[in-house]
C-alpha cells in the first residue's frame, strides 16, 4: 500500500514538469503545486509590474486528476526580473496574487509564454 501510495505522488508530480527547467526549478523552490505553496509568499492585492518590460505569462502544469486543486500561473516581469504568482481556480474558486519572488538568473525568457494580454486582477470589495 505504501509503494502505491508513493508511486501515486511521483505520477503526480512528474506529471508537473513542464519543457522548461527554470519554471521547474522555481516552481521547486517555492513548493507551488496543486494544493498550495510549500514556502510562504505574500499575498498582495494588485501586482506592482513595471512599465519597461514584457509580462511573460508562464502557466505552470497541474495534473490532470485533481479537478479541485489550484491553478498557478507565473507573470514574470522582464524588467524587474521578478515574478508574480496569479493562484486560480480550487475548491472554492479563488483569484488571488502572491509575491514578487526572486527570478535571480533564471532565464524566464526562453519558456514558451502564453499569449501576452492585459493582466486586471479583480478587486475585493
Known amino acids: 500500500m505504501k ?3 508513493i508511486a501515486l ?5 512528474g506529471a508537473n514538469a513542464s519543457a522548461c527547467p527554470e519554471l521547474d526549478a522555481l516552481t521547486k ?3 507551488i ?3 498550495g505553496f510549500m514556502t510562504p509568499i505574500p499575498a498582495v492585492n494588485l501586482p506592482a509590474f513595471s512599465k519597461a518590460g514584457h509580462l511573460l505569462h508562464l502557466p505552470i502544469q497541474t495534473p490532470e486528476l ?4 489550484f491553478k498557478h ?9 521578478k515574478a508574480w504568482i496569479l493562484r486560480t481556480h480550487g475548491f472554492a474558486g479563488v483569484r488571488e496574487w502572491y509575491g514578487p519572488v526572486e527570478a535571480d538568473d533564471a532565464k524566464l525568457e526562453n519558456c514558451q509564454a502564453e499569449a ?3 493582466v486586471e486582477p479583480i478587486r475585493k470589495s
Open 3 to 5: 509503494r502505491t501510495f
Open 9 to 13: 505522488v511521483a505520477a503526480l508530480l
Open 29 to 31: 523552490r517555492y513548493g
Open 33 to 35: 503545486t496543486f494544493g
Open 66 to 69: 485533481v479537478s479541485d486543486g
Open 73 to 81: 500561473k507565473v507573470v514574470f516581469d522582464t524588467a524587474t526580473r
Open 116 to 118: 501576452e494580454k492585459v
